[in-house]
């Protein structure tokens, strides 16, 4: 895979932050992820009056990489995975994930994913480590 275009998947980040759902909070979020077969994926925020339902935008990314049709450039059987993801505010400046995104985001991406944060691009690992996985079960 290529070099990851940071400034372009934070773009898409922001792009999908306009579309965000935050009635109540008033504070959208938006992410982009660069797929394993070459998608680039968005999410947004979508908040709900029953505040615990509310989805955060890094969730709303991995339905996304799922629910959007056949993946490009995987092979019969093979799953698309996060490589690279993006969260940005309002302001298009990255956010880090909180601890139940980040456990999403490794279930989808694993431990080498990297992650675009305030303090630069660091792999997953370094924001989740020790993380509980599929392989434990």
Same mark, same amino acid.
């Given at each position: ?44 925020? %979508? ?5 615990? /339902? #509310?989805? *955060?935008?890094? $969730?709303?990314? @991995?339905?996304?990489? !799922? &629910? ?19 969260? %940005? ?5 990255? /956010? #880090?994930? *909180?601890?139940? $995104?980040?456990? @999403?985001?490794?279930? !989808? &991406? ?26 434990? /079960?």
């Amino acid at each position: 895979m290529e070099e990851i275009d940071w400034v372009s998947l934070r773009a898409a980040a922001q792009a999908a932050m306009e579309h965000a759902y935050v009635p109540y909070s008033h504070f959208p979020v938006g992410a982009a992820g660069l797929a394993s077969d070459g998608r680039i994926i968005t999410g947004c925020n %979508v908040e709900n009056a029953s505040f615990g /339902l #509310t989805l *955060c935008a890094e $969730c709303s990314l @991995v339905s996304a990489l !799922h &629910g959007a049709g056949t993946p490009g450039e995987l092979t019969v059987g093979e799953t698309p995975r996060l490589v690279a993801v993006s969260v %940005v505010d309002r302001h298009g400046s990255p /956010l #880090t994930p *909180c601890g139940r $995104c980040r456990q @999403v985001l490794y279930e !989808h &991406g694993g431990p080498g994913m990297l992650l675009e944060t305030s303090g630069g691009v660091r792999p997953l690992r370094d924001y989740l480590p020790d993380a509980f996985g599929p392989e434990y /079960l």
